[in-house]
């Protein structure tokens, strides 16, 4: 089955930086890929999600890329803000099949 | 528009007493449902998945079990639960036949067992 690995388990950044978020999976049949983002005591929320059609897809400032021949997929966030301060969790999936998560990022912002 | 809803929200429980958590899905049909949990400041574990009413597998032994009595209905039970069992339950639906996998999760209950 699906094993998707993510890497840091924790980062730090100063505020204004950039930071990266790197997941890798083994199954080549899997086409979706989506990235949650979860505040502390919430829910995960789906933050953006990339399509094995697509290299790369962008929103503000936040942007996910996509290797199908390494199986790497990236999440990029620019110009950090103290709210992007949460736990980041890749995944993948085949159609119509269930969705395997990475172990998550704890993305701290730094002042 | 769809909307996923738990209860309770929080809830504390003696080790060795039963459980029953649930999960309704508005403004959707036949949707895929799963249970997860999540221990603190840990990942998210696929605890049971749901295709249609009364079809429930098990990604987890334990003292855990599912059913789907209703289409949009997704109800987690324990007859006895452990200290183990404490964490942050957290139920998410996807639309069943679709070329999207889009997952969207509830707003969670948080369990905690003394």
């Known amino acids: 089955g699906e094993n998707v690995e993510q890497h840091p388990s924790t980062l730090s950044v100063q505020e204004g930086d950039s930071a990266v978020i790197k997941c890798t999976y083994s199954?080549?049949?899997?086409?979706?890929f989506p990235w949650y983002k979860q505040e502390l005591g919430k829910r995960p929320q789906l933050i953006i999600d990339i399509r094995s059609n697509v290299g790369e897809k962008k929103d503000q400032r936040i942007a996910v890329t996509l290797n199908k021949t390494a199986k790497h997929f990236s999440l990029h966030i620019t110009e950090t803000q103290p709210e992007d301060s949460a736990v980041y969790f890749c995944a993948a999936s085949k159609r119509d099949d269930k969705i395997i998560f990475g172990k998550g990022t704890r993305l701290h912002i730094l002042p | 528009s769809q909307t996923i809803h738990q209860w309770p929200a929080t809830l504390v429980q003696p080790v060795g007493s039963p459980l029953s958590l649930e999960c309704t899905v508005e403004?959707?049909?036949?949707?895929?449902l799963y249970w997860y949990r999540q221990a603190a400041g840990r990942g998210l574990q696929l605890l049971f998945y749901?295709?249609?009413?009364?079809?429930i597998s098990s990604e987890v032994p334990q003292n855990l079990s599912a059913s789907r009595p209703q289409d949009r209905q997704f109800i987690l039970s324990s007859k006895k639960l452990l200290l183990s069992d404490s964490g942050f339950y957290l139920c998410?639906?996807?639309?069943?036949?679709?070329?999207?996998?889009?997952?969207?999760f509830g707003p969670g209950t948080r369990l905690t067992v003394l």
């Open positions: 998410a639906w996807t639309v069943a036949v679709s070329r999207h996998n889009e997952q969207f």
């Open positions: 403004g959707t049909s036949n949707p895929n």
């Open positions: 749901s295709v249609g009413i009364g079809q």
């Open positions: 199954d080549s049949a899997s086409n979706y």
